[in-house]
């Protein structure tokens, strides 16, 4: 039986995954459990044995998170219901009295390393990366002896008996995560004004202006596009599906008519959910252009019924 009660989150304690999670309300009266993988949190959710999962999509300064975006493109199907945005800044954890000279090897998690390229470069040019499961896991990893340090979240110290040498390390100024709030498929997060909506698409057949044709099935309705990253599908060179965020709720017509088009000449698409975005003011609403209201497209609906009945 499915776990209400239940969030996983990828793991283990001291993530910032972790930290992403606590900031929703409902965290506070749910089971947190961490994973040792994106898999493995998301599995937990097919399976009932949790009601939810959190699990982080896209980073400000690497781009996509592929185990994510192809975990949520393959197996059983999952919806987003929320996103998180959480500002990164990295901590170079040690065990206590270690100094900067004594760092001879370093860990983090692989989405971590170009956020902190640049301070390694100027601060341990001789040091040598290795990566490891999640940012936490290379504090337990420092913790154990494996590494002499590791760059993870400052709040993860005190889990792991480690000490902050340097804290505020980001090459790139408010870098950002962004985490998504992962369920079973059932209706949508109610429409907010400020929403996204999250799918997968995969070409019918490789031709000449296959992605541009399924790029103007938004183009042509005014639906703006926040992210679109290409994947390999695993069935050989050249194949690929695609990962779009775009802005609007399944409900706005422009984004229903969109995703119609698309259902029509892609060879799949998946519907991964409608959610409102983070970060957006409360009473905000998304910018929408003259001609792609809801009003805009009843109107024409009704204009066309009357041409057809003879009553223009």
């Known amino acids: 039986m499915r776990s209400a009660t239940r969030y996983t989150y990828l793991g283990p304690e001291g993530t910032f995954t972790e930290a992403a999670l606590r900031t929703l309300p409902e965290a506070a009266t749910r089971e947190l459990v961490p994973m040792v993988s994106v898999p493995a949190?998301?599995?937990a959710v097919r399976c009932g044995d949790a009601a939810a999962a959190l699990v982080p999509i896209e980073n400000s300064v690497e781009g996509g998170v592929t185990a994510t975006l192809d975990e949520l493109a393959t197996g059983e199907p999952l919806m987003?219901?929320?996103?998180?945005?959480?500002?990164?800044?990295?901590?170079?954890?040690?065990?206590?009295?270690?100094?900067?000279?004594?760092?001879?090897?370093?860990?983090?998690?692989?989405?971590?390393?170009?956020?902190?390229?640049?301070?390694?470069?100027?601060?341990?040019?001789?040091?040598?990366?290795?990566?490891?499961?999640?940012?936490?896991?290379?504090a337990r990893l420092v913790r154990e002896g494996r590494y002499d340090a590791a760059f993870a979240g400052e709040f993860a110290a005190a889990t792991y008996a480690l000490e902050p040498l340097v804290t505020g390390i980001h090459d790139?100024?408010?870098?950002?995560?962004?985490?998504?709030?992962?369920?079973?498929?059932?209706?949508?997060?109610?429409?907010?004004?400020?929403?996204?909506?999250s799918l997968v698409m995969w070409q019918r057949d490789d031709h000449p202006g296959a992605l541009l044709e399924y790029l103007q099935e938004f183009a042509v309705r005014g639906v703006n596009l926040m992210r679109i990253e290409s994947r390999p599908t695993g069935e050989g060179m050249g194949r690929y599906c695609f990962s779009v965020d775009c802005e609007g709720h399944i409900t706005d017509r422009r984004v229903a008519e969109a995703l119609m088009g698309l259902k029509r000449t892609c060879a799949e698409v998946r519907f991964l959910?409608?959610?409102?975005?983070?970060?957006?003011?409360?009473?905000?609403?998304?910018?929408?252009?003259?001609?792609?209201?809801?009003?805009?497209?009843?109107?024409?609906?009704?204009?066309?019924?009357?041409?057809?009945?003879?009553?223009?």
């Open 172 to 197: 790139a100024e408010n870098a950002q995560t962004r985490f998504v709030l992962v369920g079973r498929p059932a209706r949508p997060a109610a429409r907010t004004g400020a929403d996204r909506t």
């Open 273 to 312: 959910g409608s959610y409102p975005r983070a970060g957006v003011a409360p009473g905000e609403r998304s910018d929408e252009r003259p001609g792609t209201t809801d009003g805009d497209f009843v109107a024409a609906a009704d204009w066309l019924a009357r041409c057809q009945d003879g009553r223009a």
């Open 80 to 138: 987003i219901y929320r996103e998180v945005l959480l500002e990164i800044a990295f901590a170079l954890l040690v065990r206590p009295g270690t100094r900067l000279a004594d760092i001879k090897t370093v860990t983090g998690h692989p989405v971590a390393q170009p956020q902190v390229r640049k301070w390694l470069a100027a601060n341990l040019p001789d040091a040598v990366w290795e990566s490891s499961a999640s940012n936490a896991d290379g």
């Open 41 to 43: 949190a998301l599995d």
